[in-house]
C-alpha cells in the first residue's frame, strides 16, 4: 500500500535559522512526488515536483530533493511568511495522489 | 484566485439540514475531486470525476451524494451530518497533462462545521 509520513509533526524556527523537512514514502512505481504548501483556511498550493531520485528543484529560499525512499525539503533563512503547513505526496502505479499529514512551520521574526 | 472557486468558504449546519458546497473551475480540466481534510490527518479522497462520470467513491457514507452537471462545476450534496464531519472540504481538478507536472490544482475550500 502506497504510504507518505512527514517529519516533523510541527517545526518552530526563528528567523534565518535553516532547516529541513523530511517526506517518507513507500510506493509501487514512483510517478512523482509533490510538495505543497497550504496556508491556514486555504487549500494547497503547488510547490515542486520531482520525479527520479538524484533530482532537485528550487524556488526561493526552498530546496527539493529525492532518494529513493525520502525527500527533503530545505528551507534557507526563513522568514515569518514561509509559516504555512508543508504537504508532501505522491502518485505510483495507481495513478492516485496520495497524501502525508503534513509540517506546520512557524517562524518567529 | 486559483482557477478553482468554491463556495460558500464557510458553513455552519444543523445536523437535520440539508445543503450544498460548490465548486467551478477554469481551467479547462476534465477531471475534479472532493477531498475531506480534518486535523493531523492526511488529506482523504472523498470522490472522483472524470470527464462527468463518477470513477471512485472512496466507502463515503451516503449521508454525501455528489453532483457534476459538466466539466466546469462539482457539487457535494450534505444532508443529516454528523459532527465528525466537520472538516475543510477541498474540491481539485487537473487533466492528463497537469496532473503529471503538478498534481491538482485545489481551490480555497469549505470550512464545515456541524453542530
Known amino acids: 500500500e502506497d504510504q507518505v509520513t512527514q517529519s516533523p509533526e510541527a517545526l518552530r524556527l526563528q528567523e534565518g535559522e535553516s532547516s529541513s523537512l523530511n517526506c517518507s514514502y513507500t510506493v509501487s512505481g514512483l510517478r512523482g512526488l509533490f510538495w505543497y504548501r497550504q496556508d491556514p483556511g486555504k487549500g494547497p498550493e503547488f510547490l515542486f515536483t520531482l520525479y527520479s531520485a538524484g533530482e532537485e528543484k528550487e524556488k526561493e529560499r526552498l530546496k527539493a530533493t529525492l532518494t529513493k525512499k525520502e525527500s527533503f525539503l530545505h528551507i534557507t533563512a526563513p522568514k515569518p511568511e514561509d509559516s504555512a503547513t508543508y504537504l508532501c505526496a505522491v502518485v505510483g502505479a495507481t495513478n492516485k495522489l496520495i497524501f502525508g499529514t503534513g509540517t506546520l512551520l512557524a517562524v518567529q521574526p | 484566485e486559483t482557477g478553482v472557486t468554491q463556495t460558500p468558504r464557510h458553513l455552519v449546519m444543523g445536523m437535520t439540514n440539508k445543503k450544498s458546497l460548490k465548486c467551478e473551475q477554469h481551467?479547462?480540466?476534465?477531471?475534479m475531486y472532493w477531498y475531506k481534510q480534518s486535523a493531523k490527518k492526511p488529506l482523504e479522497l472523498m470522490f472522483v470525476?472524470?470527464?462527468?462520470?463518477?470513477?471512485e467513491n472512496n466507502s463515503v457514507p451516503s449521508r454525501f451524494s455528489p453532483e457534476c452537471p459538466n466539466s466546469s462545476h462539482l457539487f457535494l450534496h450534505l444532508h443529516t451530518l454528523q459532527p465528525e464531519d466537520s472538516a475543510l472540504y477541498l474540491c481539485?481538478?487537473?487533466?492528463?497533462?497537469?496532473?503529471?507536472?503538478?498534481?491538482?490544482?485545489f481551490g480555497s475550500g469549505t470550512r464545515l462545521t456541524v453542530v
Open positions: 481551467l479547462g480540466h476534465n477531471a
Open positions: 481539485a481538478s487537473s487533466t492528463g497533462s497537469s496532473f503529471a507536472n503538478y498534481g491538482y490544482t
Open positions: 470525476y472524470s470527464l462527468e462520470e463518477r470513477v
